[in-house]
């Protein structure tokens, strides 16, 4: 009977799961796919877990699994000690293959049995089938139908920014689901916009910085240059801890639960990957593609502040450093570029937009009294601090 199991498969995918739950979003396995009923339970404790945004680990798969008295400790051991692997997906495809073999072997034995009238072997045949044959949990949908559901579909909601050049060119505001690269080279004025970018939509909506590059302190000496409300302060929360991008996710995930949609990451190359064993440029991509998916998953915007290298710089080519084919990821990508001759003047560039298509670039400064962006020159008696960046009645925009 074993060839038609394998218990170290069963194993590696539920200790693979436990080391790192996030693996649990995407795995194609349902319950009876497990040949133990051991690893049955567990692997629904799991789901009942995730499904309830609860942590995936011994303590409280025990804990559901005792309330109903299936929890086995030896199982439970024999799981921990296993090795985790990285990419469970082979792994899965073999215990797929195997539960559908043993649904065939089911079928042959059901069939034998003599005491079973011939309607109801065939009835059990056509139900047979049509489990083995169908190919997904996933059924596709007719274009007619998308084309229906699409004009019934109410307008999908922009959300300003108070920023003036990002509101216009994004016809009154930014969509939600997007994941926005934000580059340029060190002290270009990153930070200074994603924190502008937050001060603006904290007056109305609650919002998450990820500060990797810098204590809380220092974000809270640049906040009070923003001269914030109490309800600005109290809608903007700040992490520094759980950079590794399994913790990212969780934290991302329980925040948007509380209603936080906007998110700014400071930065990309400051994020870690322990559960991925490949290159740099393989864990960052993997890194930007989760992010994308929270993204489309929550329907929040992220900001994701991102490196470019000194030859990219040099050849003013925007791309960020060490992504390998993370770019593909963003759906807005921002660059400010520093001007040679200026060292105020900022050049600020969208040059890539799947949102409405529109790239452009414009003429800012950055303020260094007050670390904002804006589209005059500083003075040098300026010292306050507004919270749109359409500071100037006329503006020269130039379209790419």
């Known amino acids: 009977m074993n060839e038609y199991y394998n218990v170290s498969l069963e194993q590696s995918v539920l200790s693979s799961i436990l080391y790192d739950p996030i693996k649990i979003e995407d795995t194609q396995l349902n319950v009876e796919d497990f040949y133990l009923v051991t690893h049955q339970n567990i692997f629904r404790a799991m789901k009942v877990l995730y499904e ?12 559901v699994l005792v309330k109903d008295k299936s929890f086995d400790e030896q199982v439970m051991c024999e799981i921990m000690i296993k090795s985790p692997i ?18 065939l072997l089911k079928l042959s034995l059901d069939l034998k049995n003599n005491e079973l009238s011939l309607s109801q072997k065939l009835e059990i045949i056509n139900k047979s089938q049509e489990e083995l044959e169908a190919p997904t949990n996933y059924e596709p949908q007719k274009l007619s139908q998308a084309i229906t559901d699409y004009d019934n579909m109410p307008n999908k909601p922009k959300y300003e920014t108070g920023i003036a050049l990002v509101d216009n060119y994004f016809n ?15 002290g270009a004025g990153k930070t200074a916009f994603s924190l502008q970018f937050l001060f603006n939509v904290s007056q109305g909506f609650k919002s998450a910085f990820f500060s990797f590059e810098m204590p809380i302190w220092k974000i809270a000496q640049r906040s009070k240059k923003a001269n914030l409300t109490q309800l600005q302060q109290d809608n903007i929360l700040i992490l520094d801890k759980g950079r590794d991008i399994s913790d990212i996710q969780r934290n991302t995930k329980y925040l948007a639960k509380s209603g936080v949609k906007f998110f700014t990451i400071d930065s990309l190359m400051k994020l870690t990957n322990k559960h991925h064993t490949g290159k740099r440029h393989e864990q960052i991509a993997d890194i930007t593609s989760k992010l994308s998916k929270l993204c489309v998953e929550l329907d929040i915007i992220i900001i994701l502040i991102v490196q470019i290298s000194n030859e990219d710089l040099k050849s003013n080519r925007m791309a960020v450093k060490g992504s390998g084919d993370a770019d593909y990821d963003a759906d807005i990508m921002f660059f400010l570029q520093k001007d040679k001759d200026d060292e105020h003047k900022r050049y600020f560039i969208c040059e890539k937009n799947r949102q409405n298509g529109n790239e452009f670039k414009q003429e800012v400064y950055f303020n260094p009294k007050i670390l904002k962006l804006q589209q005059h020159k500083p003075a040098l008696y300026e010292t306050s601090y507004t919270s749109s960046l359409n500071d100037t009645p006329t503006v020269s925009m130039e379209v790419i």
């Open 172 to 186: 009154g505001g930014l969509e939600l689901s997007q994941l926005i690269m934000l580059g340029g080279a060190k």
């Open 52 to 63: 309830n945004d609860k942590p995936i680990d011994e303590e409280f798969i025990k804990a």
């Open 86 to 103: 990285f990419n469970i997906t082979e792994y899965e495809k073999q215990i797929l293959e195997l539960s559908r073999q043993r649904k």
